[in-house]
């Protein structure tokens, strides 16, 4: 049976928070909207189909131009850490949780993003453009797909009406999903402002709502920061095993439930580099890919600073930080020796991971490539390493790795077809490539919101060899070395 969109079968559990924690508003509506793109397994995560998203109904609403029957529109209110530095208020500057929706794995919050000004627009417009709402769309659903935990994209559309970035682009409104979008930030802001009550009932709130289990915790408040910093270096050794980057890992920018949350300047690894910088406004690189596992743990320090008066004790609160580095320790290295098929743990493992990434690095080898193709590799038939060794520059030196890798999967009688398989899984082919986001994204600003679905298509079966699309898994192009991604959108 077709529904509309007033039978959504909204509620809105934040908005049972005291009014302190947000401002009831509604989203400002945008001229001609249109249908751009919707995902069908974040649509089928909450019982619509995506089909009749595209509908007149739908697109009303999730443009922000008509509110559904059963919403409760609201901004909510955070703080945050920028850049390593206190930015007091932010908030949701153009963001607007509608309420929230019954999905198998509970209450899924949808919010609007790009829907206009709100109290905690700051300079800001409230809007965002198209081109970032098609971003934030794909990498939201091609991290589900690939595993790694974030918040959900349901739909983006868009409208004509200018929107002024380094040049004049056109609005788009993305809706996300996600139990909660509360940040890290969400605490600070409490905290800064000395106001332990709203802290508390905050805290509170998280725990009963997505962490019940820790509520008969001797300490809830410990239990809740021991659990957060847990999530969080598991996601950012995730992150690194796919060569994500965040771009901007601000306090308000984590989520309290460990999901990757807000993409904006984000990238995946191309040509290793350790220390590459994915936004092109990081001048000094805080954010790049070998900072990430640090800046994840600082960001937990931020949050357990916040906590500190629920908390009780420094002591407490620094022993449930101190979960954060033998948790991404052991996160990554189960990922990276899974993802060269190495099912053991031996003596000399960490050392020929390090030369390994060390010598990806000299040779500028693509992330992707290098592991999917590694999965390739036959312990007694050196000719199937051409496709792998094509990546790498120095080709004897890649011949003296190769050798060494062969000799530590014969040490654990490794089987070619099971490894293969195994690592089949544990690589992907596809990932979101900065310059087919902007192949699609150009093709979409004239109107062509075709390629936006192509890639959205490849991009659910990261992991599956899909002869039709090998093009996707292609190196970039020359013309892709002059993409900038900042903090514009
Ligand atoms: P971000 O760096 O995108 O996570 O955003 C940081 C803060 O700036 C948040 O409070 C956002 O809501 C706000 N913000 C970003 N862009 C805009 C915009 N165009 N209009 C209003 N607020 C914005
Ligand atoms: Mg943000």
């Excluded at 600070?188 to 915790?217: C, M, N, S």
């Amino acid at each position: 049976m077709a529904i509309t969109a007033d039978d959504l079968p909204l509620d809105n559990s934040f908005a049972q928070l005291p009014p302190a924690f947000y401002t009831r508003l509604m989203p400002t509506p945008l001229p001609d909207p249109h249908f751009v793109a919707a995902s069908a397994p974040a649509a089928a995560l909450v019982g619509l189909d995506a089909q009749q998203l595209a509908n007149e109904d739908f697109v009303a609403v999730f443009s922000g131009n008509r509110v559904p029957a059963r919403a409760q529109p609201l901004s909510a209110v955070y703080s945050g850490h920028q850049f390593g530095v206190w930015a007091g208020q932010l908030g949701d500057g153009r963001a607007i949780l509608l309420g929230d929706i019954p999905s198998p794995a509970g209450p899924m919050e949808l919010q609007l993003k790009g829907s206009g000004r709100t109290p905690y627009s700051r300079m800001g417009d409230g809007r965002a453009v198209l081109r970032s709402s098609i971003r934030e769309f794909l990498c939201s659903e091609a991290m589900a797909a690939l595993g790694i935990p974030t918040t959900r994209a349901l739909m983006v559309t868009g409208s004509p009406q200018p929107v002024v970035r380094e040049s004049v682009e056109t609005a788009a409104v993305v809706t996300r999903m996600a139990p909660s979008f509360v940040r890290f930030g969400s605490f600070e802001h409490w905290y800064y402002r000395d106001k332990q009550d709203e802290l508390r009932t905050l805290a509170d709130y998280v725990i009963k709502a997505f962490y019940p289990e820790l509520a008969g915790e001797p300490n809830p408040y410990k239990a809740l920061l021991k659990e957060v910093t847990l999530r969080t270096a598991r996601l950012i050794a995730q992150w690194q095993a796919v060569g994500f980057m965040h771009g901007v890992m601000n306090s308000d920018n984590m989520s309290i439930l460990g999901l990757t949350l807000d993409y904006g300047p984000f990238g995946f690894m191309e040509a290793f580099d350790p220390n590459h910088i994915c936004n092109h406004t990081d001048q000094h690189g805080r954010y790049s890919y070998a900072n990430q596992p640090p800046i994840g743990h600082w960001n937990c320090y931020a949050l357990a600073n916040a906590l500190l008066p629920l908390v009780g004790t420094v002591e407490d609160a620094q022993e449930a930080l101190d979960a954060y580095q033998p948790e991404f320790a052991r996160s990554i290295d189960a990922l990276l020796h899974a993802k060269l098929g190495l099912a053991s743990n031996r003596d000399g493992d960490r050392e020929f991971l390090d030369d390994t990434f060390k010598l990806m690095q000299d040779n500028h080898v693509d992330f992707t490539l290098f592991f999917r193709r590694l999965g390739k590799l036959q312990l007694q038939a050196p000719e199937t390493d051409a496709p792998l060794r094509d990546l790498f520059i120095d080709r004897a030196a890649f011949d003296a790795w190769a050798a060494r890798y062969r000799e530590r999967l014969r040490a654990e009688n490794s089987v070619d077809v099971a490894r293969r398989e195994a690592m089949m899984r544990t690589n992907p082919k596809y990932v979101l490539r900065n310059y087919l986001a902007q192949v699609a994204i150009e093709r979409a600003q004239n109107g062509d919101f075709s390629e936006v679905d192509k890639l959205l298509s490849v991009l659910q079966q990261p992991y599956d060899e899909q002869p039709d699309n090998e093009s996707y898994a292609a190196l970039p192009p020359d013309w892709a070395s002059h993409l900038e991604v900042s903090c514009s959108s």
